[in-house]
Nanobody
Framework: QVQLVESGGGLVQPGGSLRLSCVGS????????VSWYRQGPGKERDLVAV????????AYADSMKGRVTISRDNAKNTVYLQMNSLKPEDTAVYYC?????????WGLGTQVTVSS
């Protein structure tokens, strides 16, 4: 049984930081490209960051470049998204995605709210 479980979301003030976690169960994340997406209220789901399998490369959306870092802890089968200098427009549900060829798995998301 494959599961991706996100955690670490919550309410944070503008300029604050959060570290989101994506824990894989029944799936070796080291063999998958793992991405973080977000979907704000009334908006489409957009890519935030992507980490290639084994974490050998990463890429970020321009809107968050310089403020976010995607990383892996392979021993814990976990992928992180460190977010700094958060802005109200970062408010969204953040989703973890693992993909390999035709395999495609999603978590249920974690809410991030940036508000003063």
């Amino acid at each position: 049984q494959v599961q991706l479980v996100e955690s670490g979301g919550g309410l944070v003030q503008p300029g604050g930081s959060l570290r989101l976690s994506c824990v894989g169960s029944g799936i070796p994340l080291i063999m998958y490209d793992v991405s973080w997406y977000r979907q704000g209220p009334g908006k489409e789901r957009d890519l935030v960051a992507v980490s290639s399998s084994a974490g050998t490369s990463s890429a970020y959306a321009d809107s968050m470049k310089g403020r976010v870092t995607i990383s892996r802890d392979n021993a814990k089968n976990t992928v992180y998204l460190q977010m700094n200098s958060l802005k109200p427009e970062d408010t969204a549900v953040y989703y973890c995605n693992a993909r390999k060829m035709r395999a495609d798995y999603w978590g249920l998301g974690t809410q991030v709210t940036v508000s003063s």
